[in-house]
C-alpha cells in the first residue's frame, strides 16, 4: 500500500482500509466452519462504515448490531434482515418495536425485564418476536478487564439458572419464538480454553432445554478472536472451529460466530503526520496531527499499535507521540523507539482498522478523519473528512 501516496492525495489525519484483507479474514474464519451450519454475523460496532458493512454483505455475511442505528446501517448496506441480529444489554422500547416491525433475525435478551418488554411490545404489534438469550457462563476469559464479558461480575448476560426460566417463559408466551442461545465471553481473546469451556455450558444448557421440548436452532458464539498487535499468540481460526464444533456433538444446530475485531482490525491503517519535535527536558515528544479523538485505544486501554514511520531510517530513541487535544491523555504511543522525525514526515499507526475511527469524536472541535478504503489496488473515499460547519451545523439555529 503506497502511504505517501493516500496521504497526499486524501491528506491526514486519515484511516484507511484494506477490503482485500478483510475478505481474506472472513473467508478463513467462514471456511473453517465448512461442513457446518454456520452465519457469521459481522459486529458492525468494530467498523461500521456503510462500504465496509456493505463488502461483508457481498460476501455473505450476517451483521451482529447493539443499537437501532446499527441496524439501519445492516438493511442499508445490503445485510437480509433474516442475517441480522440486535444485542446488547439495554435496548430501548423503540428499538425494540423497530427489530420486531424489521424482522430480523432474532433479538438477543440480556435480562427478565427486557424479555417482558420485549414480550409486550410483540403483543402490541400482534407479532412474534424471535429472541435467544445470552448467558453468562461465568468464565474468565483472559483479557483487559474492559472488554472482559463472561463474569458474574460484568454486566452482561444473564446466568445459567435464569436463563432457563427465560426460555420456559418464552416457550409458553404466544408473542416470542425462543430460536437461539448467545454467549460472548469478552474481546481479543487469545486463549482457546476459555472459549471451549464456555462453549461446553452453553451447550450442556441447549440439551437440557432440548429434553424439555425447547429446540434451538442457533448456537451463538458471539465474537472475540483475537489478532496480532504486536507478538500476541493468536487462535487458529480452525482451531477455533473444531473447539466450539466439539461441543455440540449430537446437535443439529446453525453455529453463528459474531467476529468485529478478527475481520477489520489488521486491514486498518491510521495515518498522521508528523508535526513538530520536541523536548522537555530529557523525554522527546512527536506531536502529530492525529490524536485521541481519533484513536483512543491507546489511552482508554493502553493498547499497543505498531507504528511505522515511512521511509525513515537511521538511528532511534523513544518518544511519545501525542496529538494536539488538551489533555495529557492524549497519545497514540508511549516510549516509542523511533528515528528522528521532521514536519511533515508520515507515521502510519497499524492495526486500527477495528474500535478505531468508530471510537472517534469531536472533543476539542475537532472534525473527525476521511475514511479510504482500497480494494484490488483501487483507492476510493468512503467517508469525506468532517468540516467545522458539519461540527456546528446542529448547534447553530439555537445560537440567540
Ligand atoms: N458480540 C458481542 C456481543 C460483543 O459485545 C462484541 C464486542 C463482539 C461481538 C465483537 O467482538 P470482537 O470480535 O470485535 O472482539 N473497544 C474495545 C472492544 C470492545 C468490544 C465490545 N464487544 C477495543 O477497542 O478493544
Request: aromatic share 8%; proline share 3%.
Amino acid at each position: 500500500m503506497n502511504f505517501k501516496e493516500l496521504a497526499n492525495k486524501y491528506q491526514t489525519p486519515l484511516y484507511v482500509y484494506d477490503l482485500d484483507y478483510m475478505t481474506k479474514q472472513y473467508e478463513a474464519l467462514k471456511g473453517a466452519f465448512r461442513g457446518r451450519k454456520a452465519l457469521l454475523a459481522y459486529a458492525v460496532k468494530a467498523n461500521s462504515n456503510l462500504s465496509v458493512v456493505r463488502h461483508f454483505a457481498k460476501l455473505g455475511a450476517g451483521a451482529d448490531c447493539v443499537s437501532i442505528g446499527e441496524v439501519r446501517r445492516a438493511f442499508l448496506a445490503g445485510i437480509p434482515k433474516y442475517k441480522i441480529i440486535f444485542s446488547g444489554v439495554g435496548k430501548g422500547d423503540d428499538e425494540i418495536r423497530e427489530a420486531i416491525e424489521r424482522d430480523i433475525l432474532y433479538i438477543n435478551l440480556e435480562s427478565d425485564g427486557e424479555l417482558e418488554r420485549v414480550e409486550m411490545i410483540a403483543k402490541e404489534l400482534g407479532a412474534q418476536a424471535r429472541i435467544s438469550i445470552r448467558v453468562n457462563p461465568n468464565i474468565d476469559p483472559k483479557t483487559h478487564p474492559y472488554i472482559s464479558t463472561g463474569l458474574h461480575a460484568n454486566k452482561f448476560g444473564v446466568d445459567i439458572n435464569t436463563a432457563k426460566r427465560m426460555y420456559i417463559r418464552a416457550k409458553n408466551s404466544q408473542h416470542l419464538d425462543p430460536v437461539g442461545i448467545h454467549s460472548h465471553i469478552g474481546s481479543q481473546l487469545t486463549e482457546l480454553d476459555p472459549i471451549r469451556e464456555a462453549s461446553e455450558i452453553v451447550a450442556d444448557l441447549v440439551r437440557s432445554l432440548q429434553a424439555i421440548d425447547i429446540d434451538l436452532k442457533f448456537f451463538d458464539v458471539g465474537g472475540g478472536l483475537g489478532i496480532k498487535y504486536k507478538d500476541e499468540t493468536t487462535i487458529d481460526p480452525y482451531d477455533y472451529a473444531q473447539a466450539i464444533l466439539g461441543t455440540l456433538t449430537g446437535l443439529d444446530i446453525t453455529v453463528v460466530g459474531e467476529p468485529g475485531r478478527y475481520l477489520t482490525a489488521n486491514a486498518g491503517y491510521f495515518l498522521t503526520k508528523v508535526m513538530y519535535e520536541k523536548k522537555n527536558d530529557d523525554k522527546r515528544f512527536v506531536i502529530v496531527d492525529g490524536a485521541m479523538n481519533d484513536l483512543i485505544r491507546p489511552s482508554l486501554y493502553n493498547a499497543y499499535h505498531y507504528v511505522e514511520a515511512v521511509d525513515k531510517e537511521g538511528e532511534t530513541s523513544r518518544a511519545d507521540i501525542v496529538g494536539p487535544v488538551c489533555e495529557s491523555g492524549d497519545f497514540l504511543a508511549k516510549d516509542y523507539e523511533l528515528p528522528a522525525l521532521e514536519h511533515d514526515d508520515l507515521l502510519v499507526i497499524h492495526s486500527a482498522g477495528a474500535y478505531g475511527f468508530g471510537m472517534g469524536s469531536n472533543y476539542n472541535t475537532r472534525g473527525r478523519s476521511a475514511e479510504v478504503a482500497v480494494e484490488e489496488g483501487q483507492d476510493r473515499l468512503i467517508r469525506r473528512r468532517e468540516t467545522f460547519e458539519d461540527l456546528i451545523a446542529l448547534e447553530k439555529e439555537f445560537l440567540d
